[in-house]
């Protein structure tokens, strides 16, 4: 084969090399899922860390991160990611991980460096949250902090996902290899739609809501709040049948649903469960409070939040470092579980009878 390299042109390896040893201020270590974890997800690309590390960031990745979205080691060092052991990874000043970390690991981290991930039940775990203050690690949750337009960016990527795929886990689950009884969503000639019954809303719901519409069933959101209804059916439009929650039109309702979704609704309500023996024999049911599709499609995810984080990190150099970023944003403070040894998410603290503090405060009484 003819290679068309110019003369002086360097190759990928070349280009990683300078991209290595190139200084940086922002230092970023990516690391993997535990592996008894049913967690596939992960925060960025190759392409993405090319992007930061071409920005004068370093990234560093725990050897194997990106099996579950099927990208190999190899391909994030074409990027400019250097590819490490988890211990290497866990002591970079700014750790990078989808799920929280367990106590074990945060120990291992650089005292007074920062974690960057998504809500997770370990942060609600006392050990977890003792070692985070014990070495003055700042905890960061993306799909707590808002934008500067006051939208939950990062939630928002994973709500959609969750809600497009939780359609795509109905068309299986209804098909004959998924164990279904053979049928499709969609009508066709001379054949009614399947009917989905939504219960709750949200971001998730109402792409669940969209993408079952855009397949052809047909559906209904119910939810026990009028004004949210009225949004909902702005947002997705007058194909889905909007209808507040009454005991006869709910038990009419799951009594023909092929399929029920069900999630938050704007007020406290619990599914009967005399409402059970009304369903069909082979209806699915999902519970998105219970589950998040997304698992499914990982790579998607995080090509998704990719694109959300690399302006997240290009923002924090320009304001020189996390320390900066916090400081002088608002909407990343929403996000802070742990600052400084200090536990400064009120929840949390209050589900662990823990002290909490006001970040802001903090922040105060350092300028």
Do not use: W
Not at 94 to 105: E, Q
Not at 219 to 242: E, F
Not at 270 to 299: C, G, I, Q, W
């Amino acid at each position: 084969m003819t290679s068309h390299k110019k003369e002086n042109e360097p190759d990928v390896k070349e280009m990683v090399e300078v991209i290595e040893t190139e200084g940086s201020s922002i230092q970023i270590g990516i690391l993997g899922n535990y592996p008894d974890s049913s967690e596939t997800r992960m925060l960025l690309t190759p392409e993405a860390c090319g992007m930061l590390t071409s920005a004068g960031l370093g990234v560093c990745i725990e050897e194997g991160a990106g099996t579950d979205i099927s990208f190999t080691d190899a391909r994030y060092a074409e990027y400019g990611a250097k590819v490490v052991s988890r211990d290497e990874a866990l002591k970079a000043p700014i750790v990078l991980s989808y799920t929280a970390l367990k106590a074990k690991d945060v120990k291992k981290m650089t005292k007074g460096a920062c974690l960057l991930c998504m809500m997770d039940s370990l942060l609600f775990d006392a050990a977890t949250i003792k070692a985070l203050l014990s070495q003055h690690i700042t905890t960061g949750c993306f799909d707590n902090m808002i934008s500067h337009n006051d939208e939950p960016v990062f939630a928002n990527i994973i709500d959609e996902i969750d809600g497009r795929t939780a359609i795509m886990y109905a068309e299986e689950a209804l098909s004959y290899l998924g164990g279904g009884k053979g049928v499709l969503l969609a009508g066709v000639a001379g054949i009614n739609p399947c009917e989905i019954l939504m219960i709750g809303i949200g971001n998730e719901m109402l792409a669940a809501a969209k993408a079952a519409v855009a397949v052809g069933a047909r559906v209904t959101l119910m939810d026990n709040d009028i004004s949210t209804l009225q949004v909902a059916k702005d947002i997705v439009g007058p194909a889905v049948d909007t209808v507040s929650i009454h005991p006869r039109v709910l038990y009419n309702k799951v009594k023909t649903a092929d399929v029920i979704i069900t999630s938050t609704t704007t007020r406290p309500f619990e599914f009967p469960r005399n409402l059970s023996a009304a369903m069909k024999e082979n209806v699915y049911v999902l519970d998105l409070n219970e589950t998040h599709p997304s698992v499914s499609v990982p790579r998607t995810v995080a090509m998704a939040m990719s694109n959300a984080l690399v302006n997240f990190f290009d923002e924090m150099a320009i304001k020189n470092g996390i320390e900066g970023m916090i400081a002088t944003t608002p909407g990343v403070q929403y996000g802070i579980i742990t600052y400084h040894g200090k536990l400064v998410d009120k929840l949390i603290g209050s589900y662990l009878s823990m002290p909490s503090v006001d970040i802001s405060v903090m922040i105060s009484a350092a300028n």
